[in-house]
């Protein structure tokens, strides 16, 4: 391995540590920040990520709150769970967890959601904000990738950016943080109808693979010294494999574990769009 590690568990910890002080600050003005989650259906993932979000939010001081849904429910019992929370005082903002179970359409839940509320930054109003350069929440895996390259002082400004994958979490948003002023990349993004993806990776400075296909980035196609984020989630006897092959990382000059990586950055980032959203509300 020659790769540096793109540390996102250590990372992660010390934010969740700089947020736990911002959390008590505000606590002695008053405020307790709420986190809201909506699980609908029994899929484990989605159960164990919901999971870890009130696990977070209970190490730095966050208040939680938790709805559940039966996989049977209909459109209008989910509208109903996001009316609830949009307008419960306790909750500074919520998510809702993806994908909702087949049957039950995402859009409309997430259009029906306060945008002041979104902690996900996936509400077309927090996407539209950040087109247009509008303070706002943003999405938290784009915004945890740029966190973890800056804080392990990998080159944004100027950098060829290969995403793969267009999912609304991740590849669809990635490109709108990375082209703003401040991170000013370029970006390419690759999906299941580009021709040559290869062709693509190999002037990549940066890959952001999130197309959940097995070790699909391999180590003839990454630039060597490039920095590699796997992003991907597919199963195998249990065990995560990841859209990056291994072999990457006798290439690549940083490379993120998966697990170990995205992941906690992804709920670091969420914790992050509360105690934002509380602050702005509390006038700090
Ligand atoms: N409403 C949302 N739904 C989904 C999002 C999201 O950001 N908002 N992203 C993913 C799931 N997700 C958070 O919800 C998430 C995925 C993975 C991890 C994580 O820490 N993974 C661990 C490995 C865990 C394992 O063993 O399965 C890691 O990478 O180390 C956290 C959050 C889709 N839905």
Do not use: F
Not at 239 to 262: F, L, M, T
């Amino acid at each position: 391995m020659t790769a540096q590690i793109l540390d996102g568990k250590a990372t992660a910890a010390a934010i969740k540590s700089e947020l736990a002080a911002r959390v008590a600050a505000l606590k002695a003005r008053g405020v307790t920040p709420g986190l809201g989650t909506v699980l609908v259906g029994d899929d484990p993932g989605s159960r164990w990520y919901v999971n870890g979000k009130h696990k977070d939010c209970a190490e730095v001081g966050i208040a939680s709150i938790q709805r559940e849904l039966p996989a049977t429910a209909s459109q209008e019992d989910v509208e109903n769970v996001v009316r609830e929370l949009n307008a419960d005082p306790a909750c500074t903002g919520y998510i809702v967890q993806l994908p909702l179970p087949k049957g039950l359409d995402q859009n409309p839940v997430l259009e029906l959601m306060d945008p002041d509320k979104d902690a996900d930054g996936l509400h077309p109003t927090s996407l539209g904000r950040l087109a247009l350069g509008i303070e706002g929440p943003l999405p938290c895996t784009p915004l945890g990738i740029v966190e973890l390259l800056r804080r392990h002082d990998v080159e944004i400004d100027g950098a060829e950016v290969v995403v793969i994958g267009r999912g609304i979490t991740v590849g669809r948003s990635i490109g709108l943080l990375l082209t703003r002023r401040s991170e000013n990349a370029t970006v390419t993004l690759c999906h299941t109808g580009t021709r040559d993806l290869a062709y693509h990776l190999r002037k990549a400075d940066i890959v952001v693979a999130a197309a959940g296909v097995p070790h699909l980035v391999k180590p003839e196609d990454v630039k060597p010294g490039a920095a590699v984020l796997d992003v991907g989630v597919s199963r195998s006897e249990g065990k995560i494999v990841g859209d990056v092959h291994p072999g990457v990382a006798e290439v690549a000059g940083w490379i993120s574990p998966n697990p170990g990586g995205v992941g906690p950055m992804t709920r670091a980032m969420l914790l992050n769009n509360i105690v934002e959203a509380a602050e702005r509300r509390a006038g700090v």
